[in-house]
């Protein structure tokens, strides 16, 4: 370095010094206008299940679930996503009333975060309650994508204020790992279908994370995420009930209590558990082949030792019906029925799903009229379960099983096998709306449709 050069420098760190000795408030303020409030990191991630099992999958910040994310209720939010993998990926905030443009759905017109590139999302976070964020790729025929990976996590929308009955909160999300296809399942020319090898609750199979420590007589208010790509699911804790008190992060009418939880995909409960049974549990999944492949964790009382006692509960029907209140709704400015059909074994020897005949993306878009009330008629002629998942609106149930109902506010419904159900919502954000199968292998072969405004 020359003289001429010392001085420049010399002058340019001087420069900068005085700078931020002149003006420390509008560089601070310069850095905070900048400063997300919240970073996700999409990249390969190892998840330990348990000592040896390992797999390897694509999560946020190195974690999965990846990290809870708790926002404030009308409170712009900032948040830097970046993707160190090779694919563009896309990031749904489901649950939320958000523009299309950020909602997360390619389909909607959001812009991808590319591959090894970086995309922020700002938005303000509304309604409050328990929420989630996660992939919105389709997977296809490859089983390492979408929701078969690690990339989902909970979003947590804190109200205004909150009557807090409980002494504390547990956030648990269920997910199904290394998905195969399988050919036994369904009727003969059934196309492929998926079953896994192990399961998780919040990352670990049952036994091999630290058990849920509890006292006798606390309120644990448990919030429960399905995480699994396809699968509804049903879990218990013998000797407890869940006093029901959210479906989908929204306050129920008539909260209710109740010995078997069931929950479709990307559904969630929150249910408040009185801790009065001392001993050592599993709270896992009714179904023992679950639970063996890890779907479970364990409860453990204070001072308690000992094997975690499983106890099978007696069979119990679930009705969202039960969380509301019997009533004939308002007549509906609109009304479309659609039938859901399969049809076995036509893509890449996976089903086919039609709404009306028709598969997205050559489905008829639905038009509404901001301002209205519409009601979609959701008839099953399938022998599966389908999570039906309205983007950006949350719906009422209004009939579920041919009973009419109301009180129930969600954003995925679990329609029965060969059965019907109801929902009203009112077209109250204008801009492309999705509305599909949340099961990954019926969603990316044709279980997916949009409503336009008019
Ligand atoms: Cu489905």
Known sequence: MDRRQFLTATSAIALQAGAHALFPNLTEAMHTAAKPDFTLRIAPVSVELAPGKIVKTVGYNGTVPGPLLRMHEGVSTMVDVFNDTNVDELVHWHGLMLPAEVDGAAEEGTPPVPAHGQRRYTFVPKPAGTRLYHTHNAAGADLTKGMYSGQFGFL?????????????????????????????MGPPNNGLEISYQYASFNGKMLGHGEPIRVRTGERVLFRLLNASATDDLKI???????????????????????????????????????????????????????????????????????????????????????????????????????????????????????????????????????????????????????????????????????????????????????????????????????????????????????????
Request: charged share 25%; aromatic share 10%.
């Open 156 to 184: 947590y929308i804190e109200p205004k204020s909150e009557p807090g009955n409980y002494d504390r909160e547990v956030f648990l999300a269920i997910h199904q790992w290394e998905p195969s296809t399988a050919v036994h």
């Open 236 to 454: 218990a804790l013998p000797g407890h009930q869940f006093q029901v008190i959210a479906l989908d992060g929204n306050p129920v009418l008539t909260p209710r209590a109740v010995n078997i939880l069931q929950i479709g995909v990307t559904e969630r409960i929150d249910a408040i558990v009185e801790m009065k049974q001392p001993g050592v549990w599993i709270f896992g999944a009714t179904g023992d082949d679950e639970r063996q492949k890890g779907m479970g964790v364990v409860i453990e009382y204070a001072g308690q030792k000992g094997e975690p006692q499983w106890i099978a509960p007696a069979k119990e029907p679930w009705d969202y019906g039960a969380f509301g209140k019997t009533q004939i709704p308002p007549d509906p400015d609109g009304k479309f029925e659609l039938v859901f059909r399969k049809i076995p074994g036509e893509r890449l020897r996976f089903n086919r799903w039609t709404i009306n005949g028709k598969s997205f993306p050559d489905t008829d878009p639905l038009i509404v009229r901001e301002g209205k009330r519409y009601r979609m008629v959701f008839r099953n002629e399938s022998g599966d379960t389908h999570p039906l998942h309205l983007h950006r609106h949350t719906f009422e149930i209004t009939n579920f099983a041919g009973k009419l109902m109301g009180g129930v506010h969600k954003d995925v419904v679990l329609v029965n096998p060969f059965s019907t159900a109801e929902i009203d919502f009112v077209a109250n954000n204008p801009g492309l709306t999705l509305f599909h199968c949340h099961a990954q292998l019926h969603m990316d072969f044709g279980f997916m449709n949009l409503i336009k405004y008019a």
